[in-house]
């Protein structure tokens, strides 16, 4: 689970993750699957996602968790996006 707090949680979703159906920033609090993709639209990988509007969230800040598949590659690609 890669978990992203704060004000950039939203931002980050809408860069990086192109989801199949309505985006996470439209239908908050509620999983959604696409695909997490690098700047140059490579992917990453196929995943689901959420977004927590704060201050509805365990933090109080926004917060996008991202659960990918979990090999290290994955990841760690996850990761450098952040």
């Known amino acids: 689970m890669v978990r992203i707090t704060g004000p950039l949680a939203g931002p ?5 993750f192109h989801p199949v159906g309505p985006p996470p920033s439209e ?3 509620r999983l959604c699957l ?6 140059d639209g490579r992917v990453v990988d196929r995943a689901l996602a959420v977004l927590f509007v ?11 968790e991202i659960p990918v598949h979990g090999s290290p590659g994955v990841v760690r690609a ?3 996006l952040c």
């Open 12 to 16: 980050f979703l809408r860069k990086h």
């Open 34 to 39: 696409g695909e997490l993709v690098r700047e």
């Open 54 to 64: 704060g201050p509805d969230s365990l933090t109080g800040e926004d917060v996008a």
């Open 78 to 80: 996850c990761l450098d």
């Open 27 to 29: 239908s908050a609090r």
